[in-house]
């Protein structure tokens, strides 16, 4: 009897767990995410005390970044008849940053670009202090709040040096000896995205930074729901794998594809934004309009 | 008309000259051996003769030579009293040497006497020649006997003896037919075939007559063939040769033919020549195959096949009997093919169907009863007189059916012919067997074709298997081994049959589309078949056991045993569609043990592991991918989670299959159903609950493995537990949704890592009982389960608590596990718990200290929070850590390796790890001189603690941070801080170093004691 009980009770709660999650029919397809998540998370804390000890200077950084900066903003060369609009666009993003980047720790001269394509439904940072945020994330932007919060979520990638560590990694990678190499990186590794750690710290500290400019953070919780509606879209419950090696096999591919795109669910990062709001009780004024062109 | 002409002369000189190449062959032989007789008997005179003048005392008259036998004419041999004293003559020289003694001089032997020529008179020696020989000859030199005199056949001879007939013969055949032709425009044709037939019958006449003289045999025997082969065709020439048509009537002249003949088959038989007589035959036959004549031709054909059968009897020439039976049937053909070119219309059928038919079925009948009556004598004979059997029976059938114009009545004509033949072969069975053999296996063919000309579907193949059964049944009552084997072959027909004629389609329907239907005529009938398949193969066998005496029987009942596995699994599929066939199989699979069991049969447990890996697989690629519902409730679960139950049932059978020693049964049914219900679970559950159902699943196979004692079982449970330990770092720790009040990974992962304990803790308890020894395996399972669970909660707390306090959650993990180690006395918990330690040392380390403090964040997220929180947990753990060491102190007496100072020593990590962690706190969250007053303080603290705890290790760690302090002074603080901070920090290091220095003092006994 003694030993019965105790089995017992594992094997009702085993049952009663199942008879839940089909009941609310949860059903979130096998991937390897997480463990993608835990592994690009551990790598980046055990290379945190070597790269304190190995850090680029700011100078270094800010040439660094004004060079790859240039080259890439060749990439999207506006035609003429929309310059202009452009033109206003970027000098709107650099309002807006300048005032956000003003609470952060490093005083970089920070820049911010505009990419003009409507597809590009992204931003990323440049290290020394650049930002670029293109016109099919602006698109999902329903107030200047939250373009600030993404602002600042970038600004928070360059002051925490994630960019710095992310081209110190892919030089000695690449065996770019000299860091004029460094040059040659191509865009997509400023564009694949943080370990889900960085992604949450920058999340955490640039909603901090768009806040204490004046911004409320309701307006990066709206992104967030954009974002979730994107995430179900791609991930939707129908498809599931038609037998267990179909699934073995999609959640392998997904292990090589998604190494370094381990950004966290949508619905994290809103949870996190909430918990601050809730435990730095911040203010939740009117959302601004966000400006047209 | 020429043609024939020359067709009857080429037959005619072509059987002159395989009669006289016979005869030349003989001739030469006989020549041979009369050469040697005369010589032999020469030589015996000569010895004689050679006596007597060894004593002339005894003069006696010398015999009358007799010349015996031999090709030369009466020669006159002149005696010895007329010629005086007989000349020697030299040893014969023969094939056989007989050596003769003789007292005889060689010398005195005359070394060129050659035998005299027929017609020569012999050569005696001289009486002087004579006197002069030695009357004494030395017995020990025995000349060697003269060689035998050679005689010579001159070629004259031979060309007039063995040619010239030949030569004359076929000249005169030739020069008469020839002649005819030319008188063609003088004479008459009566006039004509009056000169043809004397001319044939004088041949005739004088080869018979001169038959009678030996010398004259061979000349006269050409004579004789060329007068037949002439009479012959001046016979047929009276009506079918113009111009020596005198006959108005071809019945007439068929009559004279077939009397022509018929005396020539008589005549042949005196020379017992198989080839002679069957010539003549050919003849015969030939005459009723050119007739024109209608159904009087064939009966003439009859009588003719009745005086072959007759004349083969007799002389048991099989051969000849083969060939007339040809000659028959052709014959009929050829007669139906004219009056039918088109051979039988139904409905229509023509006037002499009826006599035809008679007469087919009279030739069958005289052949049929020659074939049952005449044993043949040598094993040739058999094997042509059982051809001529079938092709007897392939005629008769061939013609009727060609002739058919009621094929309804087909079903009764092979019916009472198969009967018929069943007579005669048990007519034929105590004469001769092989005879039995062959007519029971027509006898049986033409029963089985009889069935499907008047029935069809299930009825065809019932009627088949009845009859397969009979035969079956009847031999084994019978013990007749025909009848069996025969009732086996029609069983593999049958199978056949059914195989192609029923499943076939249905096979092919259920391949397009869905079928619900359970076609119940061709499951009976299948089920029928394997019943009684079955019945002879396992039952009769055994009850019977002589019928498998033989290694054919045996492999075809055996054969047949499996056939009808094929046979039920077929029926099962037809009864039973779709996705419910395997538990149709896995029921027979339950039956087929159960009487392999009982009849200790390894053919049936063969069959059962067959079938069952059948329903395996069907389960496995069809009812797996259904996503029908029966009565609201999934046909996958009900038919995948039904199989895995009767899989575990029939895990229990006894008996092993064919070639496998091994006690393999229990162990693969038992995995076989766990992978099912495994896979089962995967379709049916959604992707997170996957895991705890194979982790509770396990559970319970582990749990009824070890009350069964059942290693497999168990072994099952660590597969599936260890799936779903892998399973739940894709799916359970990937769902994050906080939507939900309770997470959902928090309640889908807790039982599992409980499952993990658990099975652990049984595990070691086992083996602290003892009772049952504990294999390494075993044990090591045990501790990787405890591993699972702690590895599992560990990465539970990661996802599920605030990224700030991952650090905290583990420290307290840490301290639970040591708590465990020290209250159970395990080292596993111990180890455990300074591996969390140190993660939760990284995690503080790498995430707070070495990480910029967030722009915002609450105090219970801040840096000095978690790990202070951390830190004091694990100074929490000191006091557990201590005991610990008690407990294991004599643990730690054996080891010399590393363990000894972490394992067995947890105290230490667990006061170096905080210690350290709030150093670098110091420095990371203080500046300056602050930083060195701080470690001044940890210092103290630190040594006091030492001092209370009585651990050197502690003491030294202590002094070695109030060292670092001041090497900071020395080093840094001097020279970079403010004045203020300088002296505060001096102060304060030198109080502490004071305190310590006192404590050093007041204490030393404890310290030394320590030391």
Same mark, same amino acid.
């Given at each position: 009897?003694?030993?019965?009980l105790?089995?017992?009770?594992?094997?009702i709660?085993?049952?009663?767990a199942?008879v839940?999650v089909?009941w609310?029919?949860?059903?979130?397809r096998?991937?390897a995410?997480?463990?993608?998540?835990?592994?690009?998370d551990a790598?980046?804390e055990m290379?945190?005390?070597p790269a304190h000890?190995?850090?680029?200077?700011?100078s270094d950084?800010?040439?660094?970044?004004?060079?790859l900066?240039?080259?890439?903003?060749?990439?999207?060369?506006?035609p003429?008849?929309?310059?202009?609009?452009?033109h206003?666009i970027?000098a709107?993003?650099q309002?807006?940053?300048?005032?956000?980047?003003?609470?952060a720790r490093?005083?970089l001269?920070?820049?911010?670009?505009?990419?003009?394509?409507? +597809?590009?439904v &992204?931003?990323?940072a440049?290290?020394?202090?650049?930002?670029?945020?293109?016109q099919?994330?602006?698109?999902l932007?329903?107030?200047?709040?939250?373009?600030a919060?993404?602002?600042?979520h970038?600004?928070?990638h360059?002051?925490?040096?994630?960019?710095?560590?992310?081209?110190?990694t892919?030089?000695? =990678?690449r065996? =770019?000896?000299?860091?004029?190499d460094?040059?040659?990186?191509?865009?997509e590794?400023?564009l694949?995205?943080y370990?889900?750690?960085q992604e949450?710290?920058?999340?955490?500290?640039?909603?901090?930074?768009?806040?204490?400019?004046?911004?409320?953070p309701l307006?990066?919780?709206?992104?967030?729901g954009?974002?979730e509606k994107?995430?179900?879209?791609?991930t939707?419950?129908? +498809?599931?794998?038609a037998?267990?090696?179909?699934e073995?096999?999609q959640?392998?591919?997904?292990t090589?594809a998604?190494?370094?795109?381990s950004?966290?669910?949508a619905?994290?990062?809103?949870q996190?934004v909430?918990?601050?709001m809730?435990?730095?009780?911040?203010d939740?004024p009117?959302l601004?309009?966000?400006?047209?062109? | 008309?020429?043609?024939f002409?020359?067709?009857v002369?080429?037959l005619?000189?072509?059987?002159?000259?395989?009669?006289?190449r016979g005869?030349a062959?003989?001739?030469?032989?006989l020549?041979?051996?009369?050469?040697?007789?005369?010589?032999l008997?020469?030589?015996?005179?000569?010895?004689?003769?050679a006596a007597?003048?060894?004593s002339?005392?005894t003069?006696q008259?010398?015999?009358?030579p007799?010349?015996r036998g031999g090709?030369?004419?009466a020669?006159?041999v002149?005696?010895?009293a007329?010629?005086g004293?007989p000349?020697l003559?030299?040893?014969?020289?023969v094939?056989?040497?007989?050596?003769?003694p003789v007292?005889?001089?060689?010398?005195?032997v005359p070394q060129?006497?050659v035998?005299?020529?027929p017609?020569?008179p012999?050569?005696t020696?001289?009486?002087a020649?004579?006197?002069e020989l030695p009357?004494?000859?030395?017995?020990?030199?025995?000349?060697?006997?003269?060689p035998?005199?050679?005689?010579?056949?001159?070629f004259?001879?031979?060309?007039g003896?063995?040619?010239l007939?030949?030569l004359g013969?076929v000249a005169?055949?030739?020069?008469?037919a020839?002649?005819?032709?030319?008188?063609?425009?003088?004479?008459?044709?009566?006039g004509?075939?009056?000169i043809?037939?004397?001319?044939s019958l004088a041949?005739?006449g004088?080869?018979i007559?001169l038959?009678r003289?030996?010398?004259y045999?061979?000349?006269?025997?050409?004579?004789?063939?060329?007068?037949?082969?002439?009479t012959?065709f001046?016979?047929?020439?009276l009506?079918?040769v113009?111009?020596?048509?005198?006959?108005q009537s071809?019945t007439v002249?068929?009559v004279?033919? #077939?009397?022509?003949?018929?005396?020539m088959?008589?005549?042949?038989?005196?020379?017992?020549?198989?080839?002679?007589?069957?010539?003549?035959?050919l003849?015969?036959?030939?005459?009723?195959?050119?007739?024109h004549?209608?159904?009087f031709?064939?009966?003439?054909?009859a009588?003719?096949?009745v005086?072959l059968v007759?004349?083969?009897?007799?002389e048991?020439w099989?051969?000849?009997?083969?060939?007339?039976?040809?000659?028959?049937?052709?014959?009929?053909?050829?007669?139906?093919h004219?009056?039918?070119p088109?051979?039988?219309q139904p409905?229509?059928?023509?006037?002499?169907?009826?006599g035809s038919a008679?007469?087919?079925?009279?030739?069958?009948?005289?052949?049929?009863?020659?074939?049952?009556?005449?044993?043949?004598?040598?094993r040739t004979?058999?094997?042509?007189s059982?051809?001529?059997?079938?092709?007897n029976?392939?005629?008769l059938?061939s013609?009727l059916?060609?002739?058919s114009?009621?094929p309804?009545?087909?079903?009764?004509?092979?019916?009472?012919?198969g009967v018929?033949?069943f007579?005669?072969?048990?007519?034929?069975?105590?004469?001769w067997r092989?005879?039995?053999?062959?007519?029971?296996?027509?006898a049986s063919?033409? #029963?089985?074709?009889a069935?499907?000309l008047r029935f069809n579907?299930s009825?065809w193949t $019932?009627?088949?298997?009845l009859?397969?059964?009979?035969?079956?049944?009847?031999?084994l009552?019978m013990?007749e081994?025909?009848?069996?084997?025969?009732?086996v072959?029609?069983?593999?027909?049958?199978?056949?049959?059914?195989l192609?004629?029923?499943?076939a389609?249905?096979?092919?329907?259920?391949?397009?589309?869905?079928?619900?239907?359970?076609?119940?005529?061709?499951g009976?009938?299948?089920?029928?078949?394997?019943v009684?398949?079955?019945? &002879?193969?396992?039952?009769c066998?055994?009850?019977?056991?002589?019928?498998?005496a033989d290694?054919?029987?045996?492999a075809?009942?055996?054969?047949?045993?499996?056939m009808?596995?094929?046979?039920?699994?077929?029926a099962?599929?037809?009864?039973?569609?779709g996705?419910?066939?395997?538990?149709a199989?896995l029921v027979a699979?339950?039956?087929?043990?159960w009487?392999?069991d009982? #009849?200790?049969?390894?053919?049936?447990?063969t069959?059962? +592991?067959?079938?069952?890996?059948g329903a395996?697989?069907?389960?496995?690629t069809v009812n797996?991918?259904?996503?029908?519902h029966?009565?609201?409730l999934s046909?996958?679960?009900?038919?995948v989670a039904?199989?895995?139950? !009767?899989?575990?049932v029939?895990m229990?059978?006894?008996?092993?299959?064919?070639?496998?020693v091994a006690?393999?049964i229990?162990?693969?049914?038992?995995?076989?159903?766990a992978?099912?219900?495994g896979?089962?679970?995967?379709?049916e559950?959604?992707?997170?609950a996957?895991?705890?159902?194979?982790?509770?699943?396990?559970?319970?196979?582990?749990?009824?493995g070890?009350m069964?004692r059942r290693?497999?079982?168990?072994?099952?449970?660590y597969?599936?537990l260890?799936?779903?330990?892998?399973?739940?770092?894709?799916? &359970?720790? &990937?769902?994050?949704d906080a939507s939900?009040?309770?997470?959902?990974?928090?309640y889908?992962i807790?039982? =599992?890592i409980?499952?993990?304990?658990w099975?652990?803790?049984?595990l070691?308890?086992?083996?602290?009982?003892?009772?049952?020894p504990?294999?390494s395996?075993?044990?090591?399972?045990?501790?990787?389960?405890?591993?699972?669970?702690?590895?599992a909660?560990?990465?539970?707390?990661?996802f599920?608590?605030r990224?700030?306090?991952?650090g905290i959650?583990?420290?307290l993990?840490a301290?639970?596990l040591?708590?465990l180690?020290?209250w159970?006395?395990?080292t596993?918990?111990?180890?455990?718990s300074?591996v969390?330690?140190?993660?939760a040392?990284?995690?503080e380390?790498?995430?707070h200290?070495?990480?910029?403090?967030p722009?915002?964040?609450?105090?219970?997220s801040?840096r000095?929070f978690?790990?202070?929180a951390a830190?004091?947990?694990?100074? !929490?753990?000191?006091?557990?850590?201590?005991r610990v060491?008690?407990?294991?102190?004599p643990?730690?007496?054996?080891?010399?390796?590393w363990?000894?100072?972490?394992?067995?020593r947890p105290?230490?990590p667990f006061?170096?790890t905080?210690?350290?962690?709030i150093?670098v #706190?110091?420095f990371i969250?203080?500046?300056a001189?602050m930083?060195?007053?701080?470690w001044?303080?940890?210092g103290?603290?630190a040594?006091?603690?030492?001092?209370?705890?009585?651990?050197?290790s502690?003491?030294l760690?202590?002094?070695?941070?109030?060292?670092?302090g001041?090497?900071?002074?020395?080093?840094?603080?001097?020279?970079?801080i403010s004045?203020?901070?300088?002296f505060l920090?001096l102060?304060?290091?030198?109080a502490? $170093?004071?305190l310590?220095?006192?404590?050093?003092?007041r204490?030393?006994?404890t310290? $030394?004691k320590?030391l």
């Amino acid at each position: 009897m003694k030993r019965w009980l105790p089995l017992s009770i594992i094997v009702i709660a085993g049952i009663l767990a199942i008879v839940a999650v089909q009941w609310q029919r949860i059903s979130a397809r096998p991937s390897a995410q997480s463990l993608l998540s835990a592994a690009a998370d551990a790598q980046h804390e055990m290379t945190r005390v070597p790269a304190h000890f190995d850090r680029m200077s700011d100078s270094d950084e800010i040439a660094l970044g004004d060079q790859l900066a240039s080259e890439y903003a060749e990439r999207w060369v506006s035609p003429k008849q929309d310059a202009a609009k452009n033109h206003a666009i970027e000098a709107y993003l650099q309002t807006v940053g300048e005032h956000v980047s003003t609470g952060a720790r490093r005083r970089l001269p920070y820049k911010f670009h505009y990419i003009p394509d409507s +597809d590009f439904v &992204n931003a990323f940072a440049l290290p020394g202090g650049h930002v670029f945020v293109g016109q099919g994330l602006l698109a999902l932007m329903q107030s200047e709040d939250a373009l600030a919060a993404v602002l600042g979520h970038e600004v928070e990638h360059i002051d925490l040096r994630h960019c710095a560590e992310r081209m110190q990694t892919e030089a000695h =990678l690449r065996n =770019l000896g000299a860091l004029g190499d460094v040059v040659g990186l191509p865009v997509e590794v400023f564009l694949a995205g943080y370990s889900k750690e960085q992604e949450m710290e920058a999340d955490r500290d640039g909603t901090a930074l768009a806040v204490k400019a004046g911004y409320s953070p309701l307006g990066i919780l709206q992104l967030f729901g954009e974002f979730e509606k994107l995430e179900q879209r791609g991930t939707s419950a129908g +498809d599931k794998p038609a037998t267990p090696v179909d699934e073995a096999a999609q959640v392998s591919l997904q292990t090589v594809a998604g190494y370094f795109r381990s950004h966290p669910p949508a619905v994290q990062r809103e949870q996190q934004v909430r918990e601050l709001m809730r435990s730095q009780h911040w203010d939740t004024p009117p959302l601004r309009r966000l400006r047209k062109f | 008309m020429e043609d024939f002409v020359l067709v009857v002369l080429v037959l005619a000189v072509l059987w002159l000259f395989i009669r006289t190449r016979g005869r030349a062959a003989d001739r030469r032989k006989l020549a041979e051996h009369n050469d040697l007789i005369g010589r032999l008997h020469q030589r015996v005179l000569l010895l004689e003769e050679a006596a007597r003048a060894a004593s002339p005392a005894t003069q006696q008259p010398v015999a009358e030579p007799i010349v015996r036998g031999g090709p030369f004419p009466a020669a006159v041999v002149a005696t010895s009293a007329e010629q005086g004293v007989p000349q020697l003559l030299e040893p014969l020289v023969v094939a056989q040497t007989v050596a003769v003694p003789v007292s005889v001089s060689v010398d005195a032997v005359p070394q060129d006497i050659v035998l005299p020529m027929p017609s020569a008179p012999y050569e005696t020696a001289s009486a002087a020649e004579a006197a002069e020989l030695p009357t004494e000859i030395p017995a020990a030199h025995v000349p060697p006997p003269p060689p035998p005199p050679k005689r010579h056949v001159s070629f004259e001879e031979r060309f007039g003896q063995n040619w010239l007939n030949k030569l004359g013969i076929v000249a005169v055949v030739i020069g008469l037919a020839g002649g005819l032709g030319l008188l063609l425009r003088t004479i008459g044709p009566a006039g004509k075939s009056a000169i043809g037939i004397v001319l044939s019958l004088a041949i005739l006449g004088g080869g018979i007559l001169l038959e009678r003289k030996q010398q004259y045999r061979i000349f006269a025997r050409a004579l004789i063939g060329g007068g037949w082969a002439l009479t012959f065709f001046v016979t047929f020439a009276l009506y079918h040769v113009d111009a020596l048509q005198v006959l108005q009537s071809q019945t007439v002249d068929l009559v004279l033919m #077939l009397i022509v003949a018929a005396a020539m088959v008589a005549h042949s038989l005196k020379y017992k020549s198989q080839v002679v007589t069957g010539l003549a035959f050919l003849l015969a036959f030939v005459t009723v195959g050119i007739s024109h004549v209608t159904m009087f031709s064939l009966v003439a054909g009859a009588l003719l096949a009745v005086g072959l059968v007759y004349v083969v009897a007799r002389e048991y020439w099989f051969e000849l009997g083969l060939a007339g039976l040809v000659g028959v049937y052709l014959n009929h053909f050829l007669w139906l093919h004219r009056v039918l070119p088109d051979g039988g219309q139904p409905g229509h059928p023509f006037p002499g169907f009826i006599g035809s038919a008679a007469l087919l079925l009279f030739y069958w009948l005289i052949f049929r009863l020659f074939y049952v009556l005449r044993v043949p004598k040598t094993r040739t004979q058999e094997l042509v007189s059982s051809f001529s059997a079938i092709l007897n029976s392939v005629g008769l059938l061939s013609l009727l059916k060609y002739q058919s114009s009621h094929p309804e009545w087909a079903f009764y004509g092979l019916l009472t012919l198969g009967v018929v033949e069943f007579v005669f072969a048990f007519v034929a069975r105590r004469r001769w067997r092989g005879a039995f053999i062959v007519l029971s296996s027509i006898a049986s063919i033409l #029963l089985l074709a009889a069935v499907p000309l008047r029935f069809n579907g299930s009825h065809w193949t $019932l009627l088949w298997l009845l009859e397969a059964e009979v035969l079956f049944i009847a031999g084994l009552r019978m013990k007749e081994i025909v009848f069996r084997r025969l009732g086996v072959i029609a069983g593999f027909v049958t199978t056949a049959q059914l195989l192609v004629a029923g499943v076939a389609p249905l096979v092919d329907f259920r391949q397009v589309q869905a079928d619900a239907t359970h076609h119940l005529h061709l499951g009976i009938t299948l089920s029928a078949a394997a019943v009684l398949f079955w019945f &002879n193969a396992e039952f009769c066998t055994r009850r019977w056991s002589f019928i498998v005496a033989d290694e054919i029987d045996r492999a075809g009942l055996g054969f047949t045993s499996y056939m009808a596995l094929g046979v039920a699994t077929l029926a099962l599929w037809v009864f039973f569609p779709g996705a419910w066939t395997i538990l149709a199989w896995l029921v027979a699979v339950l039956v087929l043990a159960w009487f392999a069991d009982r #009849l200790s049969s390894r053919n049936l447990a063969t069959q059962a +592991d067959i079938l069952a890996a059948g329903a395996i697989l069907r389960a496995a690629t069809v009812n797996l991918f259904v996503t029908d519902h029966w009565h609201g409730l999934s046909l996958r679960a009900i038919t995948v989670a039904l199989s895995g139950v !009767l899989l575990y049932v029939a895990m229990r059978r006894k008996t092993r299959a064919h070639g496998i020693v091994a006690d393999y049964i229990a162990p693969a049914y038992s995995w076989a159903a766990a992978a099912l219900i495994g896979t089962l679970l995967w379709y049916e559950l959604e992707p997170i609950a996957v895991a705890i159902a194979w982790g509770v699943f396990g559970l319970l196979l582990f749990e009824v493995g070890t009350m069964l004692r059942r290693n497999y079982l168990r072994h099952q449970g660590y597969a599936l537990l260890t799936a779903s330990f892998v399973r739940l770092w894709f799916s &359970n720790l &990937n769902v994050g949704d906080a939507s939900h009040f309770l997470s959902p990974r928090l309640y889908t992962i807790l039982p =599992l890592i409980a499952a993990y304990f658990w099975v652990y803790q049984r595990l070691h308890a086992e083996e602290q009982r003892a009772e049952f020894p504990v294999s390494s395996f075993e044990r090591n399972a045990g501790v990787v389960a405890a591993w699972f669970g702690t590895v599992a909660a560990s990465a539970l707390l990661y996802f599920e608590v605030r990224p700030d306090w991952v650090g905290i959650a583990w420290a307290l993990f840490a301290l639970g596990l040591i708590a465990l180690g020290w209250w159970l006395q395990r080292t596993l918990f111990v180890a455990q718990s300074l591996v969390l330690l140190l993660a939760a040392a990284v995690r503080e380390l790498m995430f707070h200290l070495f990480s910029p403090e967030p722009l915002a964040t609450a105090f219970t997220s801040s840096r000095v929070f978690c790990v202070g929180a951390a830190c004091a947990l694990m100074l !929490l753990a000191l006091p557990l850590a201590f005991r610990v060491r008690s407990q294991l102190a004599p643990q730690a007496a054996a080891k010399s390796d590393w363990r000894r100072y972490t394992l067995f020593r947890p105290e230490q990590p667990f006061f170096f790890t905080p210690l350290v962690l709030i150093a670098v #706190l110091l420095f990371i969250q203080l500046h300056a001189g602050m930083i060195t007053m701080g470690w001044g303080v940890l210092g103290l603290l630190a040594f006091l603690f030492a001092l209370t705890v009585g651990e050197r290790s502690y003491r030294l760690a202590g002094l070695s941070l109030l060292m670092l302090g001041v090497c900071k002074i020395i080093i840094y603080d001097i020279w970079r801080i403010s004045l203020t901070d300088r002296f505060l920090t001096l102060i304060v290091m030198g109080a502490a $170093l004071l305190l310590v220095s006192f404590l050093y003092s007041r204490y030393k006994e404890t310290v $030394l004691k320590f030391l």
